[in-house]
């Protein structure tokens, strides 16, 4: 009898054959010499082989190499129009276009097979682009089988509202519930519903409440709501509290032992004013010759968090922390993330570092790393260290941090030079009452005290991944792959539009160029996004393959262990240089680990992304509910025929003005030179113009604002919540 792995190898050697026709599970085990008693082991075979992508079924359960048949396997990611992308698994192979009457009943994030309808050359001819096109046959594997929605009632029935517009079907359900729940929904509740089986798409789906969250507008429900649409863990196991509480809180003697001792050396953490654990620090030296001696000290989480214990088990399933408005979902317990592993001020601690010699040009001359022990002599926050920063030297403190933005500044210019591009974003910081709800929106600049950490941060980076890389040592590496040339001939389209010249974008000195050209232009963030969403996503790999972004051939994570497991594992790899004696990580366990992480790390960004979106709503809403909306500048980033396409630049939230509520005059649409312009006025309005405008409108569950001018507040009454009534068909944005 085979072995599974030889009869996986038998069943593709069958499928490829050059006479083979589509067989069945029966005739396949005829053709394979398979006994009735053995089928079972050929079942699980041919699940495992349709599961992992490398065979297909097509009608009447025959089963096919998927290149043979035109299927492409994948994950679906879907856009908040209905139509997705088919990501392919095979590396360097073109995503699918599905449209929306394609994806079936798929939903974003499902592993389905689809079929190529249009390929590469008839896409090309068509539009230009190279982007085939596909269909949805088979869903592999659901991404979650619940969603989060709002409970709605009709006079007949009970249906739940998604919370993800990417769901565009109303999910029907029975109320009173069947099963037991400490309490049941009422109309309005948040709740989670677990779908049933769904076969077509022109019917609505059905499912069954499985938990009642509360009141969709009780304080922190919508936080909840969030937690559990993107299934993120909430409490810790017992299992992994108790390997916690077993962890010393101090170091002791013990664990000293072979570490080189850096308690004397003035190093300093630079963090945000409300961060709660401290990861990284550094220490900066001017040396005779000019240049600079860095040290980049990460807590050594390694040292406490063991391959395969129920820390290091927990760790990898959550993959990273996830920060939303409200709240921390620590990647570790409390007891390391805050405690033990955190480089707080005047306690020693336990950390891996990283030593760089750089000339004064910005180049690295040597590096070397050790395991070392600290004593942070003091925690700055960004708006302390920028005020120093900002003001002459006058004592020690403030000339180390002198120095070290000399440094940071030269490793810059450095890095722009060999081609980085500039894809810096602000943040924006939403303040919450003590009951969650969002009192203000702070806008948080990348200055100089950022961008000091960030560059060492970088250094830090790129040293350990030559590293790793020299010694020919398993590990994950962050890569961004260059970029599709036909998505950047689509974004040169969107910049011609704008007005702006530019070159072959596939040369990195013309994106920089165009970034350059942007730079403080009311227009500069929508380009930047649009550049951002024809660039590849970055993420781990167990090869080094490069970032194109930061223009570095070798780049890793290691400077933020506590709160990325991708770090733990560079961490675990470095320490493993010298001990060539001991078995090093398997391979296939390291491309595993990256995919996993990559996936996690999308979850949380999109997570965080919402959840901020959502706060901003609810800020504009409150001023709604109030009837004292407040006035804001505005950009305007885009003029389409129904309206402007605004930026709010302090808040970053974009929306429109409709050419409806524009009362002072009738405007027509220019389209050659994309304005509005009136009629009776001949008022002009077009892109980069700066106006003021106030909140007319806010629609929760499209995740939309609508403003007015404020010139106009006389004429425009702004409107209340939308109905529940008018929710049920909606769509998102990015």
Aim: hydrophobic share 35%; glycine share 6%.
């Amino acid at each position: 009898m085979k072995t599974p792995d030889e009869l996986g190898k038998a069943i593709l050697r069958l499928l490829a054959a050059p006479k083979y026709r589509p067989l069945d599970k029966s005739e396949l085990a005829k053709a394979l010499g398979r006994k009735s008693g053995e089928r079972m082991g050929l079942n699980e075979a041919l699940r495992e082989l349709e599961q992992s992508g490398e065979i297909a079924r097509i009608r009447k359960n025959r089963y096919v190499l998927p290149a043979a048949a035109d299927l492409v396997t994948g994950t679906l990611q879907v856009h908040q129009a209905g139509y997705g992308f088919l990501t392919h698994e095979k590396p360097g192979e073109p995503d699918l276009f599905i449209s929306a009457e394609n994806t079936g009943t798929a939903l974003h994030g499902d592993r389905v097979v689809a079929r190529i309808t249009r390929d590469e050359r008839y896409a090309r001819a068509r539009s230009g682009s190279a982007r085939p096109e596909g269909r949805v046959i088979r869903i592999l594997q659901r991404a979650h089988d619940t969603l989060v929605g709002t409970l709605e009632q009709s006079r007949n029935f009970s249906y739940v509202v998604p919370d993800d517009p990417r769901v565009v079907h109303n999910i029907y359900v029975q109320v009173p519930v069947p099963v037991p729940l400490p309490k049941q929904p009422v109309r309005g509740d948040k709740v989670v519903v677990r779908l049933e089986s769904w076969e077509s798409r022109h019917v609505n789906p059905e499912g069954q409440i499985v938990e009642v969250l509360g009141p969709s507008t009780a304080p922190g429900i919508d936080m909840l709501s969030i937690v559990r649409k993107y299934h993120l863990p909430t409490e810790f196991p017992e299992r992994v509290l108790r390997e916690a509480e077993t962890i010393p809180e101090t170091v002791g003697p013990e664990m000293q032992e072979g570490r080189e001792d850096l308690r004397s050396q003035f190093i300093v953490t630079i963090d945000p004013d409300d961060a709660r654990d401290f990861d990284d620090a550094i220490y900066v030296e001017r040396l005779p010759d000019g240049g600079w001696k860095l040290g980049v000290h990460i807590a050594d989480v390694a040292a406490y968090v063991r391959p395969g214990g129920a820390l290091d088990r927990e760790a990898y399933l959550r993959g990273n922390s996830v920060y939303l408005p409200d709240r921390v979902i620590p990647m570790l317990p409390e007891r390391l993330s805050n405690g033990v592993c955190s480089l707080k001020p005047n306690v020693d601690r336990l950390t891996h570092s990283v030593f760089l010699h750089i000339s004064k040009e910005g180049g690295v001359r040597s590096a070397r790393f050790a395991r070392t022990i600290i004593r942070s002599a003091q925690r700055l926050t960004y708006r302390q260290a920028f005020e120093i920063l900002k003001a002459p030297a006058a004592d020690d403190l403030s000339e180390r941090l002198h120095v070290a933005w000399e440094l940071a500044s030269t490793l810059r210019q450095k890095r722009f030079r060999e081609g980085s591009l500039d894809l810096d974003f602000p943040e924006v910081k939403v303040r919450l009452d003590p009951e969650g709800k969002p009192v203000s929106l702070e806008r948080i600049e990348n200055d100089e005290s950022h961008q000091l950490v960030e560059e060492f941060m970088l250094a830090a980076n790129e040293a350990v991944a030559r590293e790793l890389k020299n010694r020919l040592i398993p590990t994950v590496y962050r890569v961004h792959e260059n970029p599709d040339p036909d998505r950047l001939t689509e974004y040169r389209d969107l910049v011609f539009s704008y007005g702006y010249q530019a070159g072959d974008l596939t040369h990195r000195a013309e994106l920089q160029r165009l970034l350059a050209a942007t730079r403080g232009k009311p227009e500069e963030q929508a380009l930047k996004i649009g550049l951002l969403k024809s660039l590849k996503r970055a993420r781990y790999a167990p090869q080094p393959l490069g970032h194109f972004g930061l223009a570095k051939n070798n780049y890793t994570h290691f400077t933020s262990p506590i709160r990325r497991y991708a770090d733990l594992v560079v961490h675990r790899a470095l320490a493993e240089r010298d001990q060539t004696r001991r078995p090093r990580s398997d391979m296939s366990h390291i491309v595993a680990v990256a995919e996993h992480i990559s996936t996690t790390e999308r979850v949380a960004a999109e997570a965080e992304i919402d959840a901020v979106k959502m706060k901003k709503l609810e800020f504009f809403q409150r001023q709604l509910d109030a009837r004292d909306p407040q006035i804001f500048r505005a950009s305007v980033i885009d003029v389409r025929n129904y309206g402007l396409l605004l930026e709010l630049p302090d808040v970053l939230l974009t929306g429109m003005v409709h050419i409806s509520s524009l009362t002072d005059d009738f405007y027509t649409f220019n389209v050659a030179q994309r304005r509005l312009i009136g009629r009776q006025s001949r008022r002009r309005i077009s892109v980069g113009d700066e106006l003021r405008v106030f909140v007319a409108r806010v629609d929760i569950f499209k995740r939309q604002v609508d403003f007015a001018l404020a010139e106009e507040r006389g004429a425009t009454k702004p409107e209340r919540k939308a109905s529940p009534k008018s929710r049920s068909k909606r769509r998102k944005r990015l």
